[in-house]
């Protein structure tokens, strides 16, 4: 991309449009069919070949679209970033209620699974069909695949009811529009057409950018600290997952974990992924809601003469117990016979893993990425650029990310709102 200022004004038989969007995913074409419907000339541009490809892959292949849980007077609850509270303003105008009543408009048939999320009860292709029919009810031209080459600003508008005007060099053609929207997602899961695009362009115009990585990815470990749990890959548990040196804080997820060849992942993991700051070991309780220590003890009261690993078995998954005390050979005798140091050793080891991620499984593996364009940078009324008129950001490439579940496809509705409603 070239510079700030662009070329001289454009050929009169430019097209012009008061808006183009870049990036057709989920807050690119609810942005375009939101601003088409208000009357405006929209256009959406892509360069892959089919439109939202993550949403036909997400949940499953049935998208988490929404989820019931969401406070939007609250968003810290459910979002990360430098300052979630910039996503207020725009979650509370555009609710998952509201979105709900936009499927049964269209008839999408969806169920709740877990904690509020919603799924579509087919197929993913159900949303990205609606978004399509919704497109089309505002007249939205689409050129698809299409590279962008290059954007400049005018100071200067076609029609002169703006304070500019945008300038989009495409490999189908320049285009000229009142207003800019960026809604290129993000850095995760680049074979379906993630690329950096929102960043540079970010740059271009001189916006700040919170440093970006993985979020909602699986955790790795290194190879010998992980030689004792590699056996275990496939196995998942109910645990309670948190940051930090064992201390429950305000991150503290009750999900699944998944024990793989390479690291943990499972929601509990991609949850907290989102949290962990490399180098701080990440705490699992792996029998949450039991006192371990204490079971133990009433065990050896009891003079049991099962091995430790089958009295774990009650509360653990055989096979990690087994691995657990295969580790220590205090572990490997009957309760009765174990002393209590030991006992308690294990089960404070069991309450509080402490381990400590060598890295995560990077962009390839990722659900989103974290940081992004600066919030304060950011009308979080508009999601226009405060310093730059008439260029907006939406959706992923924006510092919000949401808890798995649904939130970051609400994230990329209601931004989408807030700014087809300023355009
Ligand atoms: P999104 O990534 O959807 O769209 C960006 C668009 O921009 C793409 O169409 C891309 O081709 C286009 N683009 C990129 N660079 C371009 C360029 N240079 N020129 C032109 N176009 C360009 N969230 C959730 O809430 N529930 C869920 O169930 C899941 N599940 C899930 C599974 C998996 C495997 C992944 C990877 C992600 C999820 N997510 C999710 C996250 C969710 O998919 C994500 O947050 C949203 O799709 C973000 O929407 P955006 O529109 O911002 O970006």
Request: positive net charge.
């Amino acid at each position: 991309m070239a510079g700030f200022v662009g070329p001289p004004f454009p050929a009169v038989t430019t097209p012009f449009f008061d808006a183009v969007v870049i990036g057709a995913g989920a807050a690119g074409l609810f942005c375009a069919a939101q601003a088409g419907q208000r009357g405006l000339r929209v256009l959406l541009i892509d360069h892959a070949t089919r439109v939202a490809e993550k949403i036909r892959i997400s949940g499953g292949g049935r998208c988490n679209f929404t989820n019931q849980e969401l406070d939007a007077t609250a968003p810290q609850r459910h979002f990360v970033g430098a300052n979630p509270q910039f996503a207020r303003s725009a979650l509370s105008r555009y609710t998952p209620q509201d979105f709900i009543a936009l499927l049964r408009r269209h008839a999408i048939p969806f169920h709740e699974k877990h904690k509020g999320q919603l799924f579509c009860d087919r197929s993913a292709e159900d949303l990205i069909a609606m978004l399509l029919a919704e497109c089309a009810a505002g007249s939205v031209q689409r050129w698809q695949p299409c590279a962008v080459k290059n954007v400049a600003f005018s100071a200067a508008s076609p029609d002169g009811t703006s304070a500019g005007s945008y300038h989009i060099d495409t490999d189908r053609g320049p285009v000229t529009a009142r207003s800019l929207v960026i809604a290129t997602g993000g850095l995760s899961i680049p074979k379906i057409g993630a690329t950096d695009f929102g960043y540079r362009l970010a740059q271009q115009f001189g916006l700040p950018l919170v440093e970006r990585r993985p979020g909602l990815v699986p955790l790795t470990f290194d190879g010998t600290a992980w030689a004792p749990y590699a056996q275990l890959s496939g196995l998942a548990l109910p645990v309670a997952i948190s940051t930090g040196l064992g201390k429950k804080g305000r991150s503290t997820f009750h999900e699944d974990l998944l024990f793989t060849h390479r690291g943990l992942s499972g929601p509990a993991v991609l949850q907290i992924s989102s949290y962990w700051q490399p180098g701080t070991p990440i705490a699992i309780d792996l029998a949450p809601g039991t006192d371990l220590q204490d079971a133990l003890r009433q065990g050896k009261a009891r003079q049991s003469r099962r091995l430790l690993a089958n009295e774990l078995a009650q509360w653990l998954p055989a096979r990690l117990a087994d691995a657990w005390c295969a580790q220590d050979t205090q572990w490997q005798r009957p309760l009765a016979e174990a002393a209590d140091r030991a006992l308690s050793r294990l089960g404070e080891q069991l309450a509080h893993w402490q381990v400590t991620p060598t890295g995560t499984e990077g962009y390839r593996k990722a659900e989103v990425t974290l940081g992004g364009v600066d919030t304060r940078a950011l009308s979080q009324h508009t999601l226009e650029c405060k310093a730059q008129p008439g260029l907006y950001f939406i959706g992923e490439v924006v510092d919000v990310t949401g808890w798995l579940g649904g939130y970051n496809f609400q994230w990329a509705w209601a931004s989408a709102h807030a700014c087809a409603q300023a355009l």
